[in-house]
């Protein structure tokens, strides 16, 4: 069947995840000769809206993997409101240099259930979202070149109809990564919220409109009325860096990553 758009769908927070389905589509726009229809889920408005793709699309699927898994409370709108007419789909997870755990396997098995064909997958190494010290910089042009030998090997496949062959590791129904602290005792920070600094806030209203939750008050922003799943956006959007935490448990489940995690994981392909 003829390839008539590439069709970018991405929940990124942080940015990172982005970058990489940007990348992707514009490689697959380039190598089918089509457009690319760009389609950020991390906005709030934008995941009222159901999305039926049809065959004729391919679709680059990006998510990032939270505790070892895909953000529970992205999951669900992915399974209610995104379908594919057996669509051809790259399933694509980052990782903040921890473990992807089953993050991949669980993306490929409710875009599978949702009527996908996979074409091929990725676990792909960035910067963690809690701190600049793990993996500082990635993807980087290293990583840029691997996708590049990855997609084009893809791009063969579908040109010989070729299936996906490699198994995808993981097991989409195991449980979510106990977070550990620094002393690697479990650490509970579900209820921790960003906080914020009002001699820097300057009421601008940029992070409760863009909060991918809207969980933050648009009068007053320094209060967080909804849910908070630690995503960071708030604090990496922030012009005047008034936003942090302060929860003692997160804290120290980031000194425990900056401690553990500084040796740069292997990008991981399956096609």
Known sequence: MKITQIHALYWSAAGHTRRIVHHIGQFLSQSFMVPVIDTDLTSFNKRQNNFEIPSTSFVVFGMPTYAGKLPNKIMPFIREHVHGNQTNVLAIVTFGNRNFDHALAELCFLLSENHFCIKGAAALVCEHAFSQKIATGHPDTK?????????????????????????????????????????????NFLKAKPVTDTKLCNQCGLCAISCPMQSIDLQDPSQVPGICIK??????????????????????????????????KKNQFFF
């Open 231 to 264: 995503c960071q956006h708030c604090i990496q959007i922030c012009p005047e860096h008034a936003k942090y935490f302060n929860d003692p448990d997160f804290l120290s489940h980031v000194q425990m990553l900056e401690t553990n995690y500084t040796q740069l």
């Open 143 to 187: 990583d840029f070149k691997q996708i590049d030998v990855f997609l084009d090997q893809v791009f063969k496949n579908m040109q010989s109809h070729k299936t996906l062959s490699t198994p995808i590791p993981g097991d989409p129904n195991a449980s979510y990564c106990i977070p550990k602290g620094i002393d690697g005792k479990p650490v």
